[in-house]
């Protein structure tokens, strides 16, 4: 009988407009938007050896303290994965970026001090299989840095999240799903949480279904598991 693979496709995700979408809005977002302040705030002391989940277009990689050894940055989609690439060559620490998805990062076990995952645990299918892979590779007692979207504190904009995420958000923005209870989930996959908060980007005016997002750390248990 022939086992079927367990192998991730190179492009198992594949979202060019998106990719295209992402790569301008997020630029002026970081700039504009106070996410570059954000991103330095969520991977502010983090050291040696670090995974970066969802690398994007490599926002993330100019904001790395020179406490860091290595950066190994998955993403899936070719498009990102290029542009990553050359912000990773820009990059004051070394960076290699890779094919790969949450639901299967294509790393050794216990193999890392840090796993870094920034505006994409919104996107992946499977969350608790990614967190849970998030949970394999990192090292016990390595701490998961995250800034997510989340599901909303309020009724009103919860259920118009809930709405969205199984009616037109997903289709346009990259498979994003806003009504994800982050904090809920980390805890669910066996993370300790540690010090996290909530807040509102945009801070001011109509809020989005992405307006509301976490930012924290959580970390895999000393314990034997």
């Known amino acids: 009988m022939r086992l079927r693979s367990t192998r991730i496709p190179r492009d198992a995700v594949h979202h060019p407009v998106f ?7 997020s630029v002026t977002a970081d700039l504009r938007g106070g996410i570059a302040g954000l991103r330095e705030e969520l991977l502010s002391g ?4 670090v995974i970066e989940i969802g690398a994007g277009n490599g926002l993330n990689f100019a904001h790395y303290p020179g406490s860091v050894s290595e950066v190994v940055a998955i993403e899936p989609e070719r498009r990102l994965r290029q542009l990553a690439a050359r912000a990773g060559f820009r990059a004051e620490v070394p960076v290699d970026v890779v094919p790969g998805t949450a639901e299967a990062l294509p790393v050794k076990s216990e193999a890392f001090d840090a796993a870094v995952a920034s505006l994409v645990l919104c996107t992946v299918r499977d969350l608790p299989r990614a967190l849970s892979e ?3 590779v990192l090292r016990p007692g390595g701490e998961l840095r995250f800034f997510e979207h ?16 199984r009616t037109v958000w997903p289709l346009p923005f990259g498979g994003c799903h806003t009504a994800r209870d982050t904090i809920a989930a980390i805890e669910s996959a066996g993370f300790e949480l540690g010090v996290y908060r909530r807040l509102r980007i945009p801070e001011k005016g109509v809020q989005l279904p992405t307006t509301p997002c976490v930012l924290g750390v959580a970390r895999r248990s000393m314990a034997v598991e």
């Open 134 to 136: 998030i949970k394999r």
């Open 150 to 165: 989340t599901l909303a504190p309020g009724r009103a904009l919860a259920t118009t999240q809930r709405v969205v995420d």
């Open 46 to 49: 983090v050291s040696g050896r």
């Open 19 to 25: 990719a295209r979408f992402y790569a301008r809005v």
